[in-house]
């Protein structure tokens, strides 16, 4: 089997806001689709959290690498994109492309074998896995009914993040915190997310302390990005001193970039995205070392459907990673999937089981948000 063709497209029209300072809208390119064809008819789809032109630049010197040669192994070849672009960043955009590219190399490498991509990867740790509903804080009159909504829906577990928080005051974070806690319940799973990667980031150890002091009080399970991403001796010490376990990383790339917090033991949980890292082999480095050094990894998942199929494969491939991020009310999760996602009574995902990532895609949808792209091999 050998690869005939890398194409991508980004996604517009339905992205999200991030809660960032300099706020998203809808037709920003955040998110940009990589299909991998091959000489057999196959197309397996990776997912990037770049922008459209910045993925179009990097395949322009990553796709003579890759078009004619034979796929023998999606690991061996995302290395070769690795080492052969050493240069150009170690990072950044060519990083981010190639994430999307390895998972399109699992998914029509599975597809070839008959096999889902978890199986290939090393492990079937469990058959479902718990998605908790991520959404961003905002005033209790307008956050509680939403909880409130995906509660019903047959969500447990929920993470409220970015917004006002530590962007206003104390006491306006601990109103949310407790609305929050008082909508979905005293045994759901509840999660804050700081966002301390947004810009000009204001806040340090000490402000971190103090809050997770209040976050402990209303049984928070993890609280996320408490630091600027950069923060290793920070973020060294907060775990060391925090009541509630403390969680990042999600900006990294490469396993390296890692290595010195998973050895500083600087977080509890740890959170690459793999639609930036690297793809799920850079994901699975991570993970399992971080296993090794006492923590968990719960995939960071604001981006895609596609990045959601890898986040499931890696949940069956990891023992520890039981939890999954559902970036809700997102057209680009929601809506390029066939048939939805559907929680099952215990408000689990199933992992897919098909070939490949396993998930039947949306075409029509996926080329809407694309303006036509074809994606896929006719």
Not at 253 to 273: K, Y
Not at 282 to 291: C, D, K, M, P, Q
């Amino acid at each position: 089997m050998k690869i005939r063709n890398v194409v991508s497209a980004g996604l517009i029209g339905a992205t999200p806001k991030g809660g960032w300072a300099n706020e998203l809208n809808p037709n920003d390119s955040l998110h940009t689709l990589i299909a991998v064809h091959t000489d057999d008819g196959l197309t397996g789809l990776g997912s990037v959290f770049t922008h459209q032109d910045l993925v179009a630049g990097s395949l322009s010197v990553l796709r003579d690498l890759l078009v004619g040669e034979e796929l023998d192994s999606p690991s061996a070849m995302t290395e070769r994109l690795h080492q052969a672009t050493f240069w150009m960043g170690r990072g950044g955009s060519i990083t981010h492309t190639i994430s999307g590219i390895n998972m399109a190399l699992w998914d029509v490498f599975g597809q070839h074998a008959g096999l889902p991509v978890s199986r290939l990867l090393g492990g079937d740790h469990r058959s479902k896995v718990r998605p908790y509903a991520s959404l961003l804080m905002d005033e209790p009159s307008v956050m509680v009914p939403r909880l409130e909504g995906y509660a019903s829906e047959g969500f447990r577990a929920f993470k409220i993040g970015w917004g006002s928080f530590g962007r206003d005051s104390a006491a306006t974070d601990e109103r949310i915190v407790a609305a929050a806690r008082e909508a979905v319940g005293p045994d759901a799973l509840l999660a804050v997310d700081a966002g301390g990667s947004d810009g000009f980031w204001p806040h340090g150890y000490k402000w971190a302390l103090n809050t997770s002091h209040m976050l402990h009080d209303y049984g928070v399970a993890w609280f996320e990005e408490a630091l600027s991403p950069d923060d290793l001796a920070g973020f060294t010490e907060l775990t060391k001193h925090s009541r509630v376990p403390i969680s990042g990383a999600e900006t990294l790339t490469r396993r390296q970039s890692f290595t010195p917090f998973i050895d500083a033991r600087a977080f509890d949980i740890i959170q690459p995205d793999v639609t930036k890292v690297g793809g799920l082999d850079e994901s699975l480095a991570v993970g399992r070392r971080a296993e090794e050094a006492g923590m968990r990894l719960i995939p960071h998942g604001w981006n895609t459907a596609v990045g959601l199929a890898a986040d499931l494969h890696t949940a069956a491939a990891l023992p520890r990673t039981d939890l999954v991020e559902y970036c809700t009310g997102s057209a680009y999760i929601d809506d390029i999937v066939e048939d939805g996602w559907r929680l099952d009574e215990n408000g689990l995902l199933d992992i897919p089981s098909d070939p490949g990532l396993g998930i039947s895609w949306d075409r029509d949808e996926i080329k809407k948000y694309t303006g036509g792209a074809s994606l896929f091999l006719e």
